[in-house]
Structure formats: structure tokens, C-alpha cells
């Protein structure tokens, strides 16, 4: 039963609040970033439509580094949130809006073992098959370029290192 549950909809029904994050659903991307790791993400709707999830992996990096996050609506600020934890115990909040069509996070203030950091990010759908990734982040009061990383969807074969049929 709690399968059912938390199962992905084939074709969720998607409340207006999220259509900007609509192309994403259902489909996993991979890109790599600066320092050629390979960044996978697989989104997915959760409890019938009412909470994306989005799940990722690094490939390449020095130790192993998963992610996940959720985002769902919150209608005191009228703005679609997230919270995002990682395999390292990083967390982190934030929003988004859509500016000029674009998804834009406000700043999000990302906590772990060796402090925290401020950043910002900027997704852009590019066609059905491509979004980029623009991450700045906060250093000396000034907003800086972290990193960009181009997503193109991928088969499902490559979905993030621990997910399979029944961790949905």
C-alpha cells in the first residue's frame, strides 16, 4: 500500500503552480560540470502530482556524493520551495520564481560540516532535450559565477546510483 502511495504517476496531473517544472518530470539528465564529473538527475512527480522530486548523483567525484531534493508549493509565499539534503549531511532551502522564463532560486544558504555558503541558481530550458544550470554564489558580498553545467535527457538506464523500481 505505501508503494502506491509514493509512487510516480505515469501522468500526474500538474497543478499550474508547477508547469515551469513540468519538462523535467518523469525524465533524468545528466551534464558535466567544470571539473568534468558527471551530474545525473533524475525528477519525478511524488504523491499523485503534489511534490517533484529530484534525485542525483555525481559520477567522478573523489568519494561518492548523492542528492535529493523536494520541492512542493507553499501558498503563504506563493512560490514553489525545496529543501535539498546530500550524502555528505548537507542541507539546504529555498524558492523559486520564474523570471523572463527562466527557474530562479532565491538565495539558498547551503549548511554542512565545513560551514555554510550562499548560492543562487538559474535553470533554463534550452529545448525538450537540453536545460542549463547556472549556479552563482555569494563572496564578498558580490555575486559570483560557481559553475554552468548544460543537461541533456538521458535514458532512464542512467538513473542516479541506489534508485530502482522500488525506492519510488
Known amino acids: 500500500m505505501l508503494a502506491s502511495m509514493t509512487a510516480s504517476p505515469a501522468k500526474a496531473e500538474v497543478s499550474p503552480h508547477f508547469q515551469p517544472f513540468a519538462f523535467l518530470a518523469n525524465s533524468c539528465w545528466s551534464g558535466t560540470r ?3 564529473t558527471i551530474d545525473t538527475h533524475c525528477w519525478e512527480w511524488v504523491y499523485d502530482g503534489a511534490h517533484l ?3 542525483h548523483t555525481v559520477a567522478g567525484a573523489k568519494a561518492p556524493y548523492h542528492g535529493e531534493t523536494i520541492y512542493s508549493w507553499d501558498p503563504a509565499k506563493q512560490r514553489v520551495i525545496y529543501r535539498y539534503f546530500n550524502s555528505i549531511g548537507g542541507y539546504s532551502d529555498g524558492d523559486f520564481q520564474v523570471i523572463d522564463g527562466a ?3 532565491s538565495t539558498d544558504t547551503y549548511v554542512d ?11 533554463s530550458r534550452l529545448d525538450d532535450n537540453r536545460y542549463e544550470a547556472r549556479t552563482e554564489t555569494r563572496k564578498e558580498n558580490q555575486w559570483k559565477p560557481a559553475w554552468r ?3 541533456k535527457r538521458v535514458a532512464a538506464e542512467t538513473k542516479p546510483e541506489g534508485e530502482n523500481s522500488n525506492s519510488k
Open 34 to 36: 567544470p571539473d568534468g
Open 113 to 123: 560540516s565545513g560551514g555554510k555558503q550562499e548560492f543562487r541558481t538559474t535553470i
Open 103 to 105: 527557474l530562479v532560486s
Open 53 to 55: 522530486r529530484d534525485r
Open 149 to 151: 553545467v548544460e543537461f
